[in-house]
């Protein structure tokens, strides 16, 4: 027990925050070499280009500024008609295709638009391109 008292005590033990700052630049620079950014999200082809202008403003904006806050309810404000159209287009072509008799359309119309996206899995990968799938692995 003395003897790991005096490891403790040793003047060439560093300070618990130089120990965090190794540690959290160690963790860093795995995540940068492992993990891929994160990139932005795809235009969606609802959103008219006047409401695009106003997201691109908010992303310029600091978040700690009214500004900003403007911004966000100026775009929430712009995408809701915007979705809403888009929609009601997309009823439109379904009253078509159903008029028409045209039920391969139709149907194909109703399975894009109640078919649910899957979510991307996020997969680790080593310095030689290849993809871990083992956990003492992904430790390493």
């Excluded at 202008?53 to 404000?77: D, M």
């Excluded at 888009?86 to 119309?109: D, G, V, Y």
Aim: aromatic share 4%.
């Amino acid at each position: 027990m003395q003897n790991r008292l005096k490891r403790l005590d040793a003047p060439d033990n560093q300070s618990a925050e130089s120990e965090w700052q190794k540690l959290k630049v160690a963790v860093t620079k795995t995540a940068a070499k492992t993990l891929s950014k994160k990139g932005r999200t795809a235009r969606k082809e609802w959103v008219t280009p006047e409401t695009f202008a106003l997201i691109e403003e908010k992303r310029n904006c600091s978040r700690t500024g009214n500004r900003y806050w403007e911004s966000k309810q100026e775009a929430q404000a712009h995408l809701r008609p915007d979705r809403m159209d888009h929609l009601n287009a997309i009823c439109q072509e379904m009253i078509e295709h159903e008029r028409k008799n045209r039920s391969k359309e139709l149907f194909a119309t109703v399975d894009r638009m109640t078919t649910q996206a899957c979510p991307a899995e996020k997969v680790i990968h080593n310095p030689n391109g290849h993809t871990l799938t083992e956990d003492t692995d992904m430790l390493e």
